[in-house]
Structure formats: C-alpha cells, structure tokens
C-alpha cells in the first residue's frame, strides 16, 4: 500500500491534487534586480523539490509572469524548463497570463497558437474538477482588469456545474495587499468578478502576482496566492520600505476533498531532518487497529 492511499483519519484521500507555481519571471538574459536573481536556477530549484516529493498532480498551474518583458526567447527557456516536467509527472500545463506577459509571445511559444491580443482563457475538465483560467492582464499596463466579454463568456460557463466544483485561476489576487505598490497595481472593478462568483460552483481561486503567499476570501470562496519562484517580497520590513529579495521561494500543493481545498506552502530548498518518518514506518501504523495507533503516536510519554 502506497503511503498516499493511507487513511489514518477522517478524511479519504483527496480527490484531485495541483500543483500551483506562480511569477517565474523568465528573461532572455536570465537575471532580475540588476542581475542578484538567477530566475532559470531558481526554477530548477522549485522542480527539484517538486520531484523529491514524487507527487503525481492532476495538473500543473502557473499563474502568470512566466516572463518578465514577455520576449519569445524567455518563453521558450521556461517551456524548455517547465514541459519534462509535465511529461514526468503526466500532467498538462495551465498557463495563466500575467501582467509582465504579451499575449502574442506567450500564444504562440507556450500554447501553440497564432499570436494574437486576444485574452487568454481556457477550461480544463481534470475528471470532474473544473479549472478555468481568466486573463486579468491589460495590454500596456500593469494594473489588472477583465473585461466585459470575458466576464460574460464566465457567466455562461459557470451556468452549468461541474461534478467536483470549479476553480478559478488568475494572476491579479481579488484580495487587499498591505504593500502600497499593489494597492496601485491590483484588479480593478472587482465587484463585477464577485458578482458572478457569488452562489454559483467556484469553490477556490488561485492567483499570484504578489510575490508572497497569501490567504482570504472573495464573494465567499477561499482565495490562495502563490508565492513567486524568481524572487519574494521580504515582509520583515515596513511596509513602504518592502522591496525583492533571494529567498523565500515556494509553491503550493492544492488537495481537493469533497468538502474542502487545502493548499499547502511548500519551501523551495534543502535541510537537515530528524528522520524520524519514512514511508516504513506509515506501514507499521497501517496493520496496526485505530486505537492500537492512538496508543503508539498519540499518547503522551511521562
């Protein structure tokens, strides 16, 4: 019995499992913040610590600024990057426009198509679970927006429920930032977004932008942003004074259960563990009864 299909608690395995990237800020020169951050490396490190968790996701979702100036050369590096991957770990790539990505670059290198300014959206059944990517990028500008024609296209698709729900995925969070500079650069006319997802399937929306996870609620429904793999905004300092730094990057697994979403922070690096767990002995708990695995783990030693 693999360690995954282990119940021990309440809850069954979850449904569908994700893995959610976000902001890798690929250029074709390969160096941010006058040249401290080696953007392709970092990755490398997040694909690392994906793999050492053998996790087998139902997809993988990158919500936004793949690049950081939108050159075609950037989006091939990252697709050179991001594509084995996804053919390990059998599972597709949903691509998430961001304000740092052109939409003609990003059509024609990541998805295969014919460049164009059309927004970028897509639906994807992961047998059941619905994903729909939303395009809150607006050509030229920073700032987010969707526009009238996309907010309807996801009316209409949201008239009809999925079997395991819907998530949403986005680069521009529809949450408050405590940082001044996302304040200016947030989704604007955000009301009209919550009035469509109000009372209809969505049970999740995922979103990046940031660069430093995050948690809320909109129109009811769990918002969880994603940390970047580039580089994070270090919080330590004041607010006004919050500026990037090399360090801190992670990604988030997402479990879908039937009547919850976790979404766990994952830190990108290595270190020393007490070693005390191991796929072994999760089997030595499984022949043993419930009470039998109170009795070896939960009772207090005096």
Request: glycine share 6%; hydrophobic share 45%.
């Amino acid at each position: 019995m693999a360690p995954s299909s282990l119940q021990f608690g309440q809850y069954p395995p979850a449904r569908r499992t994700l893995l959610h990237l976000s902001d890798t800020h690929f250029l074709a020169g390969n160096a941010l913040l006058s040249g401290r951050i080696d953007t392709a490396a970092n990755l490398g490190a997040t694909i690392e610590a994906i793999e050492r968790m053998s996790v087998k996701p139902d997809a993988i979702i990158v919500t936004g600024d793949m690049t950081d100036l939108g050159e075609p050369e950037a989006y091939r590096a990252l697709r050179a990057a991001i594509d084995p991957l996804a053919a390990r770990l059998d599972a597709p790539v949903i691509w998430v426009a961001g304000n740092h990505d052109e939409r003609p670059a990003m059509r024609e290198v990541l998805l295969d198509e014919q460049p164009s300014q059309e927004p970028i959206v897509g639906v994807w059944d992961l047998d059941g679970l619905r994903v729909i990517a939303l395009d809150s990028t607006v050509p030229g500008w920073h700032h987010g927006d969707i526009d009238d024609a996309q907010l309807a296209w996801l009316r209409s698709i949201l008239s009809t429920p999925a079997p395991l729900g819907t998530i949403l995925a986005l680069h521009h969070p529809p949450l408050p930032s405590h940082v001044p500079l996302f304040d200016i650069l947030e989704l604007r006319d955000q009301h009209r977004l919550a009035e469509i997802v109000a009372g209809s399937d969505v049970r999740a929306i995922l979103a990046g932008h940031l660069h430093y996870s995050t948690s809320g609620t909109f129109a009811g429904v769990p918002v969880s942003v994603a940390s970047a793999t580039c580089y994070t905004m270090n919080l330590t300092r004041p607010a006004a004074d919050v500026n990037g730094m090399d360090a801190g990057q992670s990604f988030h697994l997402v479990h879908v259960y039937d009547e919850t979403i976790t979404h766990a922070v994952v830190p990108v690096g290595e270190a020393a563990t007490g070693d005390y767990f191991s796929a072994e002995w999760l089997e030595r708990m499984a022949v043993l009864s419930p009470q039998e695995r109170l009795e070896a783990f939960s009772r207090k030693r005096t």
